[in-house]
């Protein structure tokens, strides 16, 4: 018996009717009537939920036990470090809702950018505990690999505002590396871009350097017109993480363009994170590496990125997962559900 069926059933007759209209195209649905059918569905199955809780967005898809998929819903920031507690607790919520059409998740994963003490998780699961009836909190790189290997030995590479490298070994030992926050890491991501871009652009603009096509394509991004400006910009209000990485997209335009201060700065980015990614790779004992993330997106990144591993005998491969897989699989685990996705 199909979930139709069994919403039908569960109706009275005159709201089947009026249900089956709908399908027809005769009318459109009251909202109110939206809300209630997504119940009726959703109450005769178990749903799990997978959250990837990043950097510049979260995503969430709920699927029931057998993998059949429900929705999935997104929002902003997950990562509570760049906006702050309430913004990333009330996306992660917003997604899940989105996902669920406002039923309440049985199992629900969570891999969560910024998890990177101990501390974090005691800040974030009390706020997540209440989203689902059970709910599981990772990292959210532990959580994408486990989404590529189901717990065998790898190494993941996440590039986007961000950056970290997680490993795992045969004997289920974890090893993280870079991911320390912009001040302290974040080495070969997007936020390192910018601020290289940024920097480069001021000794440009004071006369340190000649002024190039790169400074004029940062300062048009930025809506600025001189280094005044640009100073006002950078320390006027809060620390602007996200606004910082997203020039990283800028200096990927300058370099398809040519210009070599800007290929200099993805090519240093890039095969710094790409050392860090080979050292991971022979600790554990693998000769691959799993990349995901918006730099790699960028082509001389992800061409510099792989050639320096290839050089050492390490391959590159994309991540083939949706984002929110891996926290899914941790849900279904925990709910007993055999799911292959």
């Not at 603009?205 to 950078?234: P, Q, T």
């Not at 390490?314 to 929110?324: E, F, G, H, I, N």
Request: aromatic residues 8%; neutral net charge.
């Amino acid at each position: 018996m199909t979930l139709l069926t069994l919403l039908f059933n569960s109706l009275t007759n005159s709201r089947v009717q009026e249900y089956k209209q709908g399908i027809n195209g005769a009318f459109t649905l009251n909202p109110s009537w939206v809300s209630f059918i997504s119940f009726e569905v959703y109450k005769f199955t178990v749903i799990l939920v997978g959250v990837d809780a990043g950097g510049t967005k979260t995503i969430a898809g709920a699927y029931t036990c057998e993998g059949k998929l429900l929705g999935e819903g997104r929002a902003g920031p997950g990562n509570y470090h760049n906006v702050g507690v309430e913004e990333a607790i009330s996306n992660v919520n917003k997604a899940i809702t989105l996902a669920t059409a406002g039923a309440r998740p049985n199992y629900l994963g969570i891999g969560m950018a910024g998890l990177d003490t101990k501390r974090d998780f005691d800040i974030v699961f009390p706020l997540v505990s209440g989203l689902a009836e059970h709910v599981i909190l990772e990292h959210d790189g532990f959580s994408s690999l486990y989404g590529e290997t189901k717990g065998r030995a790898g190494v993941l590479v996440v590039a986007g505002t961000g950056s970290v490298i997680v490993a795992l070994d045969s004997q289920g030992r974890r090893f993280r590396v870079s991911d320390w926050g912009w001040f302290l890491g974040d080495e070969g991501s997007a936020y390192e871009i910018g601020r290289k871009a940024l920097r480069l652009t001021v000794k440009m603009l004071d006369g340190r350097r000649e002024r190039g096509l790169l400074a004029d394509m940062i300062l048009k991004a930025l809506s600025v017109r001189d280094l005044e400006g640009l100073v006002s910009w950078a320390y006027v209000g809060p620390h602007r993480v996200d606004s910082v990485a997203s020039l990283s997209e800028v200096v990927s335009r300058a370099a398809e363009m040519g210009d070599e201060d800007a290929i200099e700065i993805i090519r240093s980015s890039s095969e710094d994170l790409a050392s860090s990614a080979v050292l991971m790779a022979r600790r554990v004992k693998v000769r691959e590496v799993y990349v995901k993330g918006g730099l790699f997106n960028s082509k001389i990144y992800e061409r510099t990125f792989s050639a320096y591993l290839e050089t050492r005998g390490v391959l590159l491969r994309r991540a083939s997962k949706v984002d929110y897989v891996g926290p899914l699989l941790m849900a279904a685990d925990a709910a007993g559900c055999s799911m292959s996705l």
